[in-house]
Every structure is written in structure tokens, then in C-alpha cells.
């Protein structure tokens, strides 16, 4: 299992049920050394509310030898590149991952999707695209793959998607998996835990990387270091608290 888990909620989005303590207690059971803490962001009916997000300051780095990300999972707001992170909320984010969710951006249609996706990573605000394999969302697997590649933004891999939501992605994680491997880009694990107890798990993610020979040398949960590597190459901030991680 890989250390690293880069998509999780706790309470401060409504319709989750664990807390910051209870995520870095499960992860000192389940091998997980750093973890991004991405609550949806304030365009959401049940997000928390901005300053949420600006305070993210008060969180420890390290608790107990566990690394915290403060992160969002931001909404893709329009064909723009626009999200509902900006300004001071940008400025306190670590890792920002961005992805479609309906009460913001209903679905439409297969090009107006792609359109939107590609904008947002073209952005340079965001590191990471949540749930591409949505099939509510369709898009054009390879055009996003190539744009995922040329911006370096990575896309997720996510396994509650294979579980408890968005039934029906599997086959387009296969080809987005497939895409992302040859268009040279990355790809970022997500567990999307509502509760602590499934931190870590990537059992699915795992299979379709390996149905399709995804290279590991560009999978950003193989250690701390590589993903950290990857925020500061994108972002030029160095948290000097990780550095032992």
C-alpha cells in the first residue's frame, strides 16, 4: 500500500463524519505517513465556509509523525478555468484539487466538460483533478490526458468511485489510466474517505493500474517525497516541517 492519500473529508463538509484526530489516529494504523485533508469547497451547498479555509494556518504540520496537507477539493465553476478557490484561500492551500460536482456545474455535454476540465488545469491552480472517470461527466479521454501531461496536473484515480459513488466509472478510469500512461502524465490515488476507516484504501485503483502497466515512477503516492517534490516544482513553497518525511 502506498503512504500518501490525497483526497479525504471530515466533518466541515456535512455530509462526511470523521475529524482531523480521528484521520492521523487511522492513518498510524494503516501505513499512511501523509495525508491531504481536501473538504469541498464554499460553492457547495454543505461546504465549510471560507474562512475555513483561509485558518488552515492553525493546523499543525506533523501530529504525532503524521503530515497534514491543508487542501480543497475545489468545484470546476464554468468552460473558464474558473474555481471557487481564490485570493487568500489559494494563498493557505498546499494541494489543490479541483473536480466536477453537480450542484455547481450540472452536467452537459461531452465537449463543454472537456472544455471546462482542460481550462481549469490550464488554470495553474490546480494540482490534481478529482474523479475524471465520472460518467455523468463525459469527456474526451485523450485530449484531457494530453492537457493533464503538458500542464503537469495529475489525474485522480478514485476509489470510492469503484464503491460507493459514481457507478459506472470503472471503464473510463481503465482508458483515462490507459491515456494518462501514454500521454507521459501523472496519476494521484484518492480513497475520497467520508470516514477515517477507509483512509488508505486504494484496493481498486491498484487493479486498474495494473491492468493497464501504469508506470510507478508516476504514481505521486509512492512516498511523501515524490508528491511533495511535485507541489514544489508546482507551486515553488517548501514546507521545511516535511523535510524527514
Known sequence: MYPVDLHMHT?????????LRDYVLQAQTCGIKLLAITDHGPDMADAPHYWHFVNM??????????????GIEAN???IDGDIDCTGPMMDAMDIVVAGFHEPVFPPQDEA?????????MASGNVHIISHPGNPRYPVDIPA???AAAKYDVALELNNSSFEHSRKGSEPNCRKIAAAVRDAGGRV?????????F???NFEHCLRIMQEVDFPQDRVL?????RLLDFLEQRTGKKIDEFAGL
Do not use: F
Request: hydrophobic share 40%; glycine share 8%.
Open 11 to 19: 466533518v466541515a463538509s456535512t455530509h462526511a463524519y470523521s475529524t
Open 112 to 120: 463543454t466538460h472537456t472544455r471546462a476540465m482542460i481550462a481549469a
Open 188 to 196: 494521484a490515488l484518492g480513497s475520497d474517505s467520508h470516514t477515517a
Open 221 to 225: 503516492n509512492v512516498t511523501p517525497r
Open 57 to 70: 494556518r492553525v493546523w499543525p504540520r506533523l501530529v504525532d509523525g503524521i503530515g497534514i496537507l491543508r
Open 144 to 146: 484531457i490526458a494530453e
Open 198 to 200: 477507509t483512509l488508505g
Open 76 to 78: 470546476i465553476k464554468n
